[in-house]
């Protein structure tokens, strides 16, 4: 069974760099692409961005470029690094699996609440 | 990229059937059969019910189907159970590699 296990979380401060790690157990790393997604307070979810096993990247538009996704084939681990962080980032982070070419998401971490507050 | 629209709320006894509504647009449901719908529950992760519109994987119960119908897809929950009372979220394929979700749709279980 295929396992996304996320850390890094916690309490950040306006203007700060926000920075979660997802590790994928039990699983292939290779063939997918790894996507980050959130959710704030009460509301509906958000797609950020993904990557794939050779670091190709697609973003959300919406998050101006201020999303930087690395990968880690060796670990099995990709990171999520959102800089310049403010209130509204305020969210649980979630960790996916993507499939490709039907583009769903199949597995998810199990989240992660990231506050920022000054 | 708008978020899909869903309405926020629907109310369903106790083995009834209800079908929950995701509207979009041209560019995303409208362009791609590449509608997904999740479940997810207070201080869980969402769970995957169906994608490409009206598959389900494996763990996905078949009392959830899902279609779509030009811009709009639809969920619908037959056999209405206690363990159904959650949110319900779709999602498209919105091209250009980008995805958008929908606000989310709270079931209540009467």
């Known amino acids: 069974q295929v396992r996304l296990q996320q850390s890094g979380a916690g309490l950040l401060k306006p203007s700060e760099t926000l920075s979660l790690t997802c590790t994928v157990h039990n699983g292939s790393f290779n063939g997918f692409y790894w996507s980050w997604i959130r959710q704030s307070p009460g509301k509906g979810l958000e797609w950020m961005g993904e990557i794939n096993q050779y670091g190709n990247t697609h973003d959300n538009p919406s998050l101006k470029s201020r999303v930087t996704l690395t990968i880690d084939p060796s670990t099995s681990q990709f990171s999520l690094k959102l800089n310049s962080v403010t209130a509204a980032d305020t969210a649980v982070y979630y960790c996916?699996?993507?499939?490709?070419?039907?583009?769903?998401?199949?597995?998810w971490g199990q989240g992660a609440l990231v506050t920022v507050s000054s | 990229q708008s978020a899909l629209t869903q309405p926020a709320s629907v109310s369903g006894s106790l083995g009834q059937s209800i079908t929950l509504s995701c509207s979009g647009s041209?560019?995303?449901?409208?362009?791609?059969?590449?509608v997904s719908w999740f479940q997810q529950y207070p201080g869980e992760a969402p769970k995957l019910l169906i994608f490409e519109a009206d598959k389900r994987p494996s763990w996905a119960s078949d009392r959830f189907s899902g279609s779509r119908s030009g811009n709009t897809a639809s969920l619908t929950i037959s056999g209405l159970q206690a363990e159904d009372d959650a949110d319900y979220y779709c999602?498209?394929?919105?091209?250009?590699?980008?995805?958008?979700f929908g606000s989310g749709t709270k079931v209540t279980v009467l």
């Open positions: 041209d560019d995303d449901i409208g362009r791609f059969k590449l």
């Open positions: 996916a699996r993507a499939r490709m070419p039907k583009h769903y998401f199949d597995y």
């Open positions: 999602c498209s394929y919105a091209g250009a590699n980008t995805y958008v």
